[in-house]
């Protein structure tokens, strides 16, 4: 497998927030679906639970180098992420991620109600897919998902309940006091095999094809089974859902998510294969009226705190990181391309 690399320098990164999150990882439940749900083979997979990092109108995928050409930006996990973040730089960062050998970069538009910024929680992000068919994301892995019903839906996260989501991204549900909002986007899992990125940052990501207690099955073009991740953004009550929702990308319908891989050595895979990592926890899941799996990011297990406290403002560090591969379009079933 060949993967291009160049060296990108870093440079000082915008201090951030982080956010109080402790979520639990309870058993999986398997269900039939077809594209964004859980296959029957290779199926199984893990959770890591991210708090809040910074926020910044930076995007180091879309707009690498530039500042305040983006919208904002929440930023989970690693701590160092700027606009020259890249692979090798993230892998020298700290993260506010639960398995410490996680460093990549995940991030969504900043959330409005009513048009006053109500900051997130944190993230629960969830690696689905087991077995020796399935291969770790090289670091400096890029990608952008969601604004399809195929791949973002909103929910409410109830105490003693599972999350279920809607049915359309552009429709938020007003949470009852008590729960709290959710954010899940979905990405493709089956890989091109060459690129870090691609023109529209998706492409070099395709959906596979599944049925009941079958193995997932992916195009020709894009033969590399990788993990499919699922991205659950909790937040706290000040957001209560419903039409007053906005982001900073406009409607509720630009629901998105980006995802920058940056994992120590061979740890994810050691992770999908079941080998050391934190034990190989799965999460739990529901079926979305959309067909969507839902991560278990309900009640008490999701939300223990409100709370945010800011952290010592870090120093981005420089090294080389993956020069983003050419998108190679093709089969299979390629979603609707973000803008981040």
Do not use: K
Not at 109 to 117: I, N, Y
Not at 289 to 317: E, R
């Amino acid at each position: 497998m060949r993967i291009n690399r160049n060296a990108i320098a870093a440079v000082s990164i915008t201090a951030g927030i982080a956010g109080a999150l402790v979520l639990s990882a309870m058993p999986a439940q398997a269900h039939p679906g077809h594209n964004g749900a859980r296959d029957g083979g290779g199926g199984g997979g893990f959770v890591v639970d991210c708090a809040f990092s910074h926020s910044a109108t930076v995007d180091p995928i879309v707009m690498p180098g530039h500042t305040g050409m983006s919208h904002l930006h929440e930023f989970f996990g690693n701590t160092t992420t700027n606009e020259n973040s890249t692979g090798a730089t993230l892998l020298a960062g700290s993260t506010t991620c639960s398995d410490s050998n996680d460093r990549s970069a995940y991030w969504v538009p900043a959330l409005f109600q009513d048009g006053v910024r109500v900051a997130p929680i944190g993230a629960r992000v969830m690696y689905e897919g087991r077995g020796a068919d399935v291969t770790a994301f090289p670091a400096g892995f890029m990608a952008v998902a969601g604004r399809t019903d195929q791949t973002a839906a909103w929910g409410c996260a109830a105490p003693g309940q599972r999350l279920t989501l809607g049915t359309s991204v552009a429709s938020v549900p007003t949470c009852a006091t008590g729960s709290r909002l959710v954010a899940q986007i979905n990405f493709p899992q089956c890989w091109d095999g060459s690129s870090l990125d691609s023109a529209d940052h998706i492409s070099h990501l395709v959906f596979g094809t599944s049925s009941a207690g079958q193995a997932t099955v992916c195009p020709a073009d894009h033969p590399v089974r990788v993990p499919q991740v699922r991205i659950a953004v909790t937040y706290p009550a000040a957001a209560t859902g419903g039409s007053g929702v906005t982001l900073s990308s406009g409607a509720a319908s630009t629901l998105h998510a980006d995802i920058f891989e940056a994992w120590t050595g061979n740890s994810l895979q050691n992770r999908i294969s079941g080998r050391g990592g934190r034990g190989g926890q799965r999460p739990a899941a529901t079926v979305g009226q959309n067909g969507q799996q839902a991560a278990d990011v309900t009640g008490a297990q999701a939300v223990v705190t409100d709370q945010a406290q800011a952290p010592a403002a870090g120093q981005g560090n420089r090294g080389d990181g993956g020069r983003r591969g050419p998108g190679q379009r093709g089969g299979g079933a390629v979603p609707v391309a973000p803008a981040a």
